[in-house]
């Protein structure tokens, strides 16, 4: 069975809600005092089968201008309007406003009915009718049938039920985007259900056993039962009026102006980046920095407007903007909204969101903005991308940048390379690369006598921005065009190579010539400094590159032998294992002539490298060195 729902617009005391008595057998009034006043005041709810597999649900709306919060909160998530006119009256103050938003919610198709023909005669009645259709012409921009009703007397409800059937089928298929959500209209308890909460499905379906976040508060919780028109279902999806049992939260966690999802892509934000419009037959233009209420889903907070331009938008006129919000919101790109004055309250525009919490300086991001918006898709989808800079956006993120639907693969020819779970414009790993070398050529320059750079160092050369997965991709693609040569955890430019000058090379010298006349007891880089007259990261630089040219051998920081030494070190060690059983460390300092300030490092250093093995009475010869004492006895 295809579904769609139905909004009811028009003028208070028009006759919406008795015309909905009358079409579906429900009084969609909840409330005594709506009864007694005869006036409805919240949003109320009835369902319609118009043909054997098409049932429509209907919100009916109120008509007073006291209560537009209300009837906003209605009127997302629905698939056409049923316009209330009164034949005695025509059409009203609030029957223009309705109208205004079903245009600014993009809201296209509808049925005029035509109240309350039983107060004027025939000829009043086609004028009426003909006024009403000129005013949805005028606004709307389409033409849309009217249908003369006296619901009292239930004339003219057949003709209305086949109009609303001709309606049902000529809108098309709901979109098979696949990310649920299901904005809050009402939230209440049930005895033995617990939490029950009802609204529109917008997108995506759900099942009984879901798990669900109610954002923007995160609380979560599992679908315990749905409902659809008093109906049992196992699963629910667009266009479907739908009540919602929920396990695991309370009925004060969850209100109106909420929503259901279930993807964790979902984040609520204070700020939008949208296109802002405001009605051409308004009074009041919106200043930079103007506070105003924003009515998205079913809920409403306040906002202050970021013009992208200096001077103030003058109604009818369109800009791009973005919405501080005093309070978070949950949408995506695409989705439609309300503003309003803040005071005194009236209808200023509309619009749509562009981007979901745009950076601080956005103004250059406009024109993928309106790409976004209202290009096709390729088109649309590569902005979203461009959008995401070197963050990049993970298939499901980019179905809620865009408002096009998209598959898990894109097609190859499109401007988008994918890295690992993430999306990128391909500029953006061009960029990335450039950036990681001119830093390269950058350190090179700071640090003349490093032969390499730490890969660490270069991978967040990168930035806290960008995703980890570019980065990588842009080192192995430098690696694979040889700009660069990675060693182990080391990396360099290709054609990076350390010339030490005139300076440089003697001072390097008399280093080597110290550590070497120092034997087991060489002077460390302090003294060599103060030895060389030279300053300590000079001295440092220079004890590296012959660390990595292996002239030297570092045992710890401050303790380096040339590797001639080291050697020496290791084969008197190795003398004093095969002929004393467990050496101590005075057996050690007797072989080598050291003091203890010496010795102490020296034995960890040949412990850490497997020579000797520390144990409670001495040390032992570790696996090098019983090899090594293995192969002397077979010589």
């Known amino acids: 069975m295809s579904s769609l729902v139905l909004g009811t617009a028009g003028h208070v005391d028009h006759g919406k809600t008795t015309l909905v008595k009358a079409l579906t057998g429900i009084d969609t009034d909840r409330f005594q005092e709506e009864k007694d006043r005869g006036l409805t005041i919240d949003i109320g709810f009835a369902h319609l089968d118009l043909a054997p597999d098409i049932r429509a649900g209907i919100v009916d709306v109120p008509g007073h201008h006291d209560f537009l919060t209300n009837m906003l909160a209605g009127s997302t998530g629905i698939d056409a309007v049923l316009l209330v006119v009164a034949a005695h009256e025509g059409p009203m103050p609030q029957t223009r406003e309705h109208l205004q938003i079903a245009s600014l919610l993009g809201l296209d198709a509808g049925v005029i009915a035509l109240t309350h023909v039983d107060r004027v005669d025939a000829e009043f009645a086609e004028l009426a009718g003909a006024t009403a259709a000129e005013e949805v012409r005028d606004i709307i921009g389409c033409d849309w049938p009217v249908v003369q009703v006296d619901a009292p007397r239930g004339t003219g409800l057949d003709d209305l039920r086949e109009e609303l059937r001709r309606l049902a089928e000529s809108l098309p298929q709901p979109s098979d985007d696949p990310v649920f959500r299901l904005p809050v209209d009402r939230s209440f308890t049930i005895s033995g259900a617990g939490t029950v909460v009802t609204g529109t499905i917008w997108s995506g379906h759900v099942a009984v056993g879901s798990r669900v976040r109610i954002l923007p508060a995160g609380h979560e919780a599992r679908v315990r039962s749905l409902q659809v028109h008093s109906e049992e279902k196992k699963e629910v999806g667009p266009r479907q009026r739908c009540a919602a049992s929920l396990v695991g939260i309370s009925r004060h966690q969850v209100e109106r102006g909420d929503t259901l999802v279930t993807d964790a892509s979902w984040r609520p934000s204070s700020r939008l980046g949208v296109k802002l419009r405001l009605l051409k037959d308004g009074t009041r233009p919106v200043e930079h920095g103007q506070r105003i209420r924003l009515f998205m889903g079913t809920g409403e907070v306040m906002a202050r407007v970021a013009l992208s331009q200096e001077h103030a938008l003058e109604p009818g006129d369109t800009a791009a903007a973005v919405l501080e919000c005093e309070a978070d919101v949950v949408a995506r790109t695409g989705d439609r909204f309300i503003i309003r004055f803040y005071s005194p309250v009236e209808l200023l525009g509309g619009g749509r969101v562009a981007e979901v919490n745009p950076p601080r300086h956005w ?203 080291e050697r020496d070190l290791r084969d008197k060690v190795l003398r004093v294992l095969g002929e004393t059983d467990c050496p101590t460390p005075s057996n050690f300092r007797e072989a080598l002539g050291v003091t203890r300030r010496y010795l102490i490092p020296m034995l960890e250093y040949l412990d850490s490298i497997g020579w000797t093995e520390r144990s409670s009475d001495g040390r032992l010869p570790g696996p090098l060195a019983r090899a090594a004492l293995m192969e002397s006895k077979t010589e």
């Open 363 to 565: 103004r250059d991001r406009v024109a993928n903005w309106n790409a976004c918006l209202e290009a096709e898709a390729r088109e649309s989808i590569e902005a979203a991308l461009r959008l995401a800079g070197a963050r990049g956006t993970t298939g499901a993120e980019l179905r809620l940048a865009t408002p096009h639907r998209i598959a898990t693969d894109l097609p190859q020819e499109w401007n988008a390379i994918r890295i690992g779970d993430r999306w990128f414009d391909p500029e953006q790993r061009d960029r990335m690369s450039s950036q990681l070398r001119l830093w390269m050529e950058q350190a090179h320059r700071d640090a003349p006598l490093d032969s390499g750079l730490a890969l660490q160092s270069l991978r967040a050369a990168g930035g806290k921005e960008a995703a980890p997965q570019l980065i990588e991709a842009s080192i192995e693609r430098l690696a694979g065009s040889g700009d660069i040569v990675i060693d182990g955890p080391r990396v360099r430019l290709a054609g990076h190579r350390v010339q030490l000058g005139r300076h440089e090379q003697a001072t390097q010298d008399v280093l080597v010539q110290a550590i070497s006349t120092g034997g087991f007891m060489p002077p460390s880089p302090a003294d060599l400094a103060d030895l060389c007259s030279a300053p300590r990261p000079l001295i440092n630089s220079l004890l590296k590159l012959l660390i990595e040219a292996g002239v030297l051998i570092q045992l710890t920081p401050d303790l380096l032998l040339t590797a001639s030494a």
